[in-house]
């Protein structure tokens, strides 16, 4: 516990729950646009409030409770945020693209906003697995009450005490709460295993990934996927699964025509591979196009989401224009 100190301590106390809090509140909210709000909005509540905080809790207890209530009043104004495969079944991979541009759809985050660092490797491995673009959609499917206390409980390990008091309940409603949250997800979040490859093993394949885009090989583009993988592309409502329907989706449906039309730079987001695609303009030069995130299993690709929406770029330190290669 925190003893009480002079407000101009506030900033070098309270700044290294910054990435903590950021993670938490993109796990509610699904948004890295709202979850950067919602933490100088603690931030700024935190500093006003801190000359009646008296140490009964630490500080990290009490920034988590302005962070999840900021979250659970803001969850008010707004419905949960789906991936397209929330929606709906597959589509026909020729098929017309459908478009809800007005949808708030679940957007991805970059490692470098929530990373957990070098803490305890338990508790950083849990951190990470909980970012997973797909666990983070099967979130949006709790109640938010019931989403913050899975996350609290589980995910930054609170107590049932200390979950209690963040979110004003008692001890026996937030185990009720966690219990029918872990009922829900169970059957919302996805269930099949992943295979982790080494992490050599995995630059090969993300290799040949990036190799079959930018010679836009489809048949290279097909074998990367297993079987049953998926591809989706918000705010597309289109998705499909299966290797075959993805390579026939971008054939069908990019704008490419050739060696050197895309190219992919690499990222992280969700503690997943991702990729900024850049397609060929007319101006000769390399725009912005989409960002990957990509699922693996093995050596194979499983899933990606591909996020049309190029203000997440500058987010991942990508640029709106690439420089030609020498």
């Known amino acids: 516990m925190e003893d009480h100190v002079p407000d101009q301590d506030f900033a070098r106390l309270a700044d290294p729950y910054r990435r903590e809090l950021y993670a938490h509140c993109y796990r509610m909210l699904g948004s890295v646009h709202d ?17 009646r905080f008296e140490g009964r809790s630490s500080l990290r207890t009490w920034l988590h409770r302005i962070a999840t209530m900021a979250c659970l009043t803001a ?12 929606l709906g079944g597959p589509s026909e991979p020729e098929g017309r693209l459908g478009e809800r541009p007005e949808l708030p759809w679940l957007e991805p985050v970059p490692d470098a906003l929530v990373d957990a660092g070098d803490g ?3 508790t950083v491995v849990v951190a990470r697995e909980s970012l997973r673009l797909a666990l983070v959609a099967a979130l949006q499917y709790l109640q938010p009450r019931q989403r913050a206390v899975l996350v609290l409980r589980e ?5 049932a005490a200390e979950t209690a008091e963040i979110m004003d309940l008692s001890v026996p409603a937030v185990n009720s ?3 029918r949250a872990r009922a829900q997800l169970a059957r919302s979040a996805p269930t099949e ?9 995995q630059k090969q394949v993300l290799d040949r990934y990036v190799a079959a885009f930018e010679n836009y090989d489809i048949g290279g583009i097909t074998s990367m996927f297993t079987a049953d993988a998926v591809w989706e592309m918000p705010p597309y409502t289109t998705w499909v699964r299966g290797a075959e329907n993805i390579g026939r989706l971008i054939e069908t449906n990019c704008p490419a025509q050739g060696t050197g039309d895309m190219r992919l730079v690499p990222s992280r987001a969700n ?7 850049y397609m060929r303009g007319a101006d000769g030069r ?7 995130v990509l699922d693996l299993s093995g050596g194979s690709v499983a899933h990606v989401a591909a996020f049309f929406d190029t203000t997440l770029f500058p987010r991942f330190g990508l640029p709106a224009v690439l420089e030609d290669r020498p």
């Open 155 to 159: 995910v930054l390990r609170f107590s």
């Open 271 to 277: 503690g997943q591979p991702a990729f900024g695609l």
């Open 75 to 86: 969850l008010e104004q707004r419905g949960r945020r789906p991936l397209p495969t929330g």
């Open 35 to 51: 979850a950067e709000d919602l933490v100088q909005e603690t931030y700024l509540r935190a500093w006003k409030a801190y000359d």
């Open 120 to 122: 305890d490797p338990g």
């Open 193 to 201: 295993e992943r295979v982790e490859a080494p992490r050599a093993e």
């Open 177 to 179: 709460l966690l219990q």
């Open 286 to 292: 390399h725009h912005a196009f989409h960002l990957q």
